[in-house]
């Protein structure tokens, strides 16, 4: 079986053992309408079985995509930057980029706010304020901008502080190519090598996913209360409507209008990258993955994708800005609050802002929704209304985030004139097929060794 088809089969199996023991376990209210403490073989099962062998088994899988993410990210914008590095158009490259990924959010910021404004998710809101939340503290607009640039590159690295990780990643590999001499070409023949064994490490792990997975999922839905879910009905629908909108019309219609491909092979070919990312409900985890498929599978050249993805994977998150504004509407709606035109203008450029500049901050979601609900006025307690629909939707906008980021990989890659089209169209290209800075229709002499910046 494909590799898509395992992890299909995982998530199907831990969903139904999860959910079979959630309604085998008979999980009852008392009188006061607390959940009364499970009794016997249940109390067994949850105690050894869900919280403690899947619940580590699970943790241990995320841990070891979690390790790879520091290093592949760092080696390969340092491979990508030293090809690039004496490129005429890498600032535009790197400019088109960004442009991109601020433009999409701002897409699905509009999107949000427009579909909540007309389906109304937070009127008639039972409150409760004696709901008790507190935000993460939530950084100044200056901080973030100078928390980007890394005064100590080994402390980022500790840190996992992605967005000076890329930084310095970028900025060694532009030193890498202006190096003359064999001293460049040794250290750029030695990333490139360090850069092939990082991505045998990735496919080694990524067998291990379908069984990461079922147990993700056992763990998940054997807690999940689905009465939250119909409580808070219109506000799920709404958000998973908004991002089903999102991450399939609008990021097909960018690929049919911005290259001209087929968005039906693009979706082929991501979907297993969106199960990935669905059922761990992390970007930095998904990551290599997504990075592996979008340059071997989708034909965009190593040096756009070892750029492209990192970065989107750290600001990119269309996924989120999602959930941001229709919360932040859902809250007002409930409170009995009018932010008025002012107000929801406001929640798009700050949504976008913070997208942005706190990535490499932990609990992000929490901190970009406080912030958002300060810049125009709400009270930030509304955020604990939404937590218990939270985590199923933070699956979904995972898996948008991602797409977009190949999405955006892909029309960069075209407008450079740097995308294999005939392997984006090649149903059979496949990653473990041959490697896309080797694809191509003229073979190499194999008695000249090519230099660095080619291999």
């Known amino acids: 079986m494909s590799l898509t088809t395992k992890i299909l089969i995982g998530m199907l199996l831990g969903f139904l053992l999860g959910a079979g023991f959630n309604l085998l376990a008979g999980v009852e209210k008392g009188p006061d309408g607390q959940l009364l403490p499970l009794t016997g073989v249940a109390l067994w099962l949850q105690t050894y079985l869900i919280e403690g062998l899947f619940d580590a088994l699970g943790q241990i899988f995320i841990a070891s995509l979690k390790l790879l993410v520091v290093p592949m990210v760092f080696v390969s914008l340092v491979c990508g930057a030293a090809a690039l590095g004496g490129h005429s158009r890498m600032g535009i490259m790197a400019g088109k980029t960004v442009i991109y990924y601020t433009l999409t959010s701002v897409i699905a910021l509009t999107l949000a706010v427009g579909f909540a404004l007309l389906i109304q998710p937070g009127a008639g809101v039972q409150m409760d304020m004696a709901v008790n939340f507190t935000p993460p503290e939530s950084p100044s607009i200056k901080s973030m901008l100078i928390d980007i640039f890394p005064s100590n590159p080994v402390a980022a690295m500790v840190e996992a502080n992605m967005l000076q990780i890329i930084v310095f990643a970028i900025l060694f590999g532009i030193a890498i190519s202006r190096t003359t001499g064999e001293s460049g070409k040794v250290i750029s023949s030695f990333f490139n090598s360090l850069n092939d064994v990082v991505i045998s490490l990735v496919m080694l792990l990524m067998q291990f996913a379908p069984y990461g997975v079922f147990c993700l999922l056992v763990k998940l839905f054997s807690q999940l209360g689905f009465g939250a879910i119909l409580d808070l009905a219109k506000y799920f629908f709404t958000v998973l409507f908004v991002l089903l909108l999102h991450g399939v019309v609008i990021y097909g219609l960018l690929i049919r209008s911005l290259t001209g491909l087929s968005p039906v092979t693009f979706f082929k070919k991501q979907w297993k990258v969106m199960l990935f990312a669905f059922s761990t409900a992390t970007s930095s985890a998904t990551m290599p993955f997504n990075m592996r498929v979008c340059r071997d599978e989708m034909g965009v050249d190593n040096k756009i994708a070892s750029f492209a993805i990192p970065l989107g994977a750290t600001i990119n998150m269309d996924g989120t800005s999602i959930m941001q504004g229709v ?129």
């Open 327 to 455: 919360a932040a509407i859902f809250i007002a709606q409930a409170f009995g609050i009018d932010l008025g035109i002012g107000g929801y203008l406001m929640i798009i450029l700050t949504a976008t802002l913070a997208s942005i500049g706190t990535a490499g901050v932990p609990s992000v979601g929490l901190v970009t929704l406080a912030m958002v609900l300060q810049s125009v006025g709400l009270p930030v307690e509304g955020i604990a209304l939404i937590i218990g629909v939270d985590r199923l939707l933070d699956m979904t906008r995972t898996a948008v985030n991602i797409t977009g980021d190949s999405v955006g990989a892909i029309v960069v890659a075209k407008s450079e004139g740097m995308l294999d089209e005939e392997r984006y169209r090649d149903m059979n290209a496949s990653m473990e097929g041959e490697p896309i800075e080797n694809a191509g229709t003229q073979t190499p002499d194999p008695v000249e060794k090519p230099d660095f910046q080619e291999k």
